[in-house]
């Protein structure tokens, strides 16, 4: 049974051990370790290289995180629950390696995602509710090679 407490008082320290409690039991937080290092050494996110090569890379990876399994599901949802809580303290956690609490920026929402990745301003990455998954797309009135 997942218990989640509604407060506005959340660390990067609190948000970390919580989640590391919540999902031993199927290890979420070491996928979602795993595919945030993918994606913070992907050459979308290191160089800003805008191709369809690494569009597909970083959204296959994103969707390669979303919860698979009751135990996930319940992970992302108490995670996003103290993001819609209080979002200031998701919009401080800095960019890391994957080991730490950033990872759960990966389970927020497209625009926390891109902006924490610090995605060029003419990539546009989406949810699309049909499919329930994340999408890519370059705005071509602001691309530039």
């Given at each position: 049974?997942?218990?989640?407490?509604?407060?506005?008082?959340?660390?990067?320290?609190?948000?970390?051990?919580?989640?590391?409690?919540?999902?031993?039991?199927?290890?979420y937080s070491r996928v979602l370790g795993?595919?945030?290092?993918?994606?913070?050494?992907?050459?979308?996110?290191?160089?800003?290289?805008?191709?369809?090569?690494?569009?597909?890379?970083?959204?296959?990876?994103?969707?390669?995180?979303?919860?698979?399994?009751?135990?996930?599901?319940?992970?992302?949802?108490?995670?996003?629950?103290?993001?819609?809580?209080?979002?200031?303290?998701?919009?401080?956690?800095?960019?890391?390696?994957?080991?730490?609490?950033?990872?759960?920026?990966?389970?927020?929402?497209?625009?926390?995602?891109?902006?924490?990745?610090?995605?060029?301003?003419?990539?546009?990455?989406?949810?699309?509710?049909?499919?329930?998954?994340?999408?890519?797309?370059?705005?071509e009135t602001d691309y530039q090679e």
């Amino acid at each position: 049974m997942l218990v989640v407490y509604n407060t506005n008082t959340y660390t990067f320290k609190d948000i970390h051990i919580q989640f590391i409690l919540m999902d031993k039991q199927e290890d979420y937080s070491r996928v979602l370790g795993r595919v945030y290092g993918y994606l913070v050494r992907s050459h979308l996110v290191k160089q800003g290289v805008v191709t369809p090569e690494s569009l597909k890379y970083f959204t296959d990876n994103l969707n390669s995180a979303l919860p698979d399994s009751e135990n996930s599901a319940a992970v992302a949802a108490a995670v996003k629950e103290i993001y819609y809580t209080n979002k200031f303290v998701f919009s401080r956690i800095p960019v890391g390696r994957g080991s730490g609490p950033e990872k759960y920026v990966l389970v927020t929402d497209a625009r926390n995602i891109a902006r924490h990745f610090g995605l060029p301003k003419n990539v546009l990455l989406r949810w699309d509710n049909v499919n329930r998954k994340y999408i890519m797309n370059v705005d071509e009135t602001d691309y530039q090679e």
